[in-house]
């Protein structure tokens, strides 16, 4: 079992940049993929990126691409993303998810992940 922590949430204005982390602890984080999804207020938790153990493939949502980037450490135990160009329409409680369903290859559905983080919220001014 692997525990996530996420972490660099916070209030930015448009077109400014945040990148979160999320920190694994327990299992090594090499036996996972991992992924980014969201949620905004009244809406349904929508897939953002993902990217495999050895960190040479991801997946990005329509919304991410082209601004976000996936990366992770696997020394370090973190996986990040680095968001660019964010818009008020970014807000959202942003989290982090591993699974270990065929760590060779990035993810991008919810339900194949089974373990969690508790979620850091990013709020986009306008």
């Known amino acids: 079992q692997v525990h996530l922590v996420e972490s660099g949430g916070g209030l930015v204005q448009a077109g400014g940049s945040l990148r979160l982390s999320c920190t694994a602890s327990g299992r090594a984080m090499i036996y996972y993929a991992m992924g980014w999804f969201r949620q905004a207020p009244g809406k349904a938790r929508e897939f953002v990126a993902t990217i495999n153990w050895t960190g040479d493939s991801a997946i990005y949502g329509d919304s991410a691409r082209g601004r976000f980037t996936i990366s992770r450490d696997n020394v370090k135990n973190t996986v990040y993303l680095q968001m660019n160009s964010l818009k008020p329409q970014d807000t959202a409680v942003y989290y982090c998810?591993?699974?270990?369903?065929?760590?060779?290859?990035?993810?991008?559905?919810?339900?194949?992940?089974?373990?969690w983080g508790q979620g850091t919220q990013v709020t986009v001014s306008s």
């Open positions: 998810a591993a699974t270990d369903r065929d760590n060779t290859v990035p993810h991008r559905t919810e339900r194949t992940y089974a373990n």
